[in-house]
């Protein structure tokens, strides 16, 4: 059993948009890949139209909560998935774990744009291993990296044109 990391702004966006992209993601990683979120166990913020940094009487969402279990669950991931699609500002979290990564030699999966992205910085291209623009191509290299062959297949993760990719 893996564990992918699923690393992403959070500060600023509603719940659905913190955990939806996050399910996605462990629909498309092989079973033998464990997506592990940021956001689990934080249902209490199910109704915030926009999270803020720090909820001090939750243990998990206060300052120490999150950087304490984030800095643990980067520590035993096998690889980091981060997400900066359609970011509209750097995400200083975010950024801490690439750099986590960085230190604990952990490879790193980026799904970004081509070009645009606020995280767009010369540290930041050299702190990923991988960059991607889908989802999908996301979960198909944390496979062909983390699990043996097959060497021609596809791992049965769906494409971007594939029907299974538009549930």
């Given amino acids: 059993m893996y564990i992918a990391y699923l690393a992403g702004p959070i500060t600023g966006l509603s719940y659905g948009d913190c955990v939806d992209w996050r399910e996605r993601m462990q629909q498309l990683l092989p079973p033998d890949i464990v997506g592990m979120s940021p956001m689990r166990g ?44 359609g970011s509209d500002k750097v995400s200083i979290g975010t950024i801490m774990e690439l750099a986590w ?35 999908e191509e996301a979960a198909l290299t944390a496979a062909a990296l983390l699990l043996p062959v097959p060497h021609a297949g596809n791992y049965n993760i769906p494409t971007k044109n594939d029907d299974t990719s538009k549930k």
Wanted: glycine share 4%; net charge positive.
């Fill in 42 to 85: 934080k249902a209490y913020l199910t109704k915030e139209a926009k999270i803020t940094s720090d909820y001090s009487t939750k243990v998990l969402s206060s300052s120490r909560g999150i950087m304490t279990r984030d800095y643990n669950d980067c520590k035993r991931a096998d690889v980091l998935i981060v997400n900066f699609l």
């Fill in 101 to 135: 990564a960085k230190a604990f030699s952990t490879p790193v999966i980026c799904i970004i744009e081509d070009e645009g992205n606020v995280h767009e910085h010369p540290m930041v291209r050299e702190a990923i291993g991988f960059r991607v623009k889908t989802l």
